[in-house]
């Protein structure tokens, strides 16, 4: 089973990114769960999303512990919320940020982890004028560096959840982080 464990803020679609992820999982006959944690937040607070893939039915209903990897939406929450708590030794870290994984691995003090960086936020501006799909381009960088599931069912989800054109801009959004994410 792998386990993800997804940091940002209320608003930023975490819950929306967490679900495609599992649906896609889903798509491809795999096993999956996705849900958010979060109580009575508001816009801007911090919040977390869940989501676990297996080749076998999940019987664990908990939140996520000791995740394989940690993605953040957001790099101001690192200075609020520990998060790189319970990540598994060896684990991954993708954070949405112009700053090199090197750089960003010495900011945040962590040792025995694997890091990536992508600009999912310009990626986002570029394609869509605004941030709105920062959260899609997370996801494609993720499948780069973890490839959970493929570039295509990830696609056929986005065309599913979004009317055509919504979903084709995602789409751009995706495969540019895919090309674009940084591993150290």
Known sequence: MYEIRWHGRAGQGIITVSR?????????????????????????????????????????????YNPDVVIVLDDTVPKIVNVTEGL????????NSAKKPEDLKEELKIKDVRCSSVDATRISLDILGSGRAFNTAM???????????????????????????????????LLKAYKEVVEA
């Open 88 to 95: 598994k030794q060896g684990g991954k870290m993708l954070l």
């Open 139 to 173: 996801l494609g960088a993720l499948i780069k560096t973890e490839p959970l599931v493929s570039v295509e069912t990830l696609c056929k989800a986005l065309n599913e959840r979004f009317r055509k054109d919504i979903a084709a801009k995602n789409i751009e959004v």
């Open 20 to 64: 495609l992820l599992g649906y896609a999982a889903l798509l491809e006959g795999k096993y999956a769960q996705a849900f958010p944690q979060f109580g009575p937040e508001r816009i801007g607070a911090p919040i977390l999303g869940f989501t676990r893939i297996s080749d076998e039915p999940i019987e664990v209903h908990s939140a996520v």
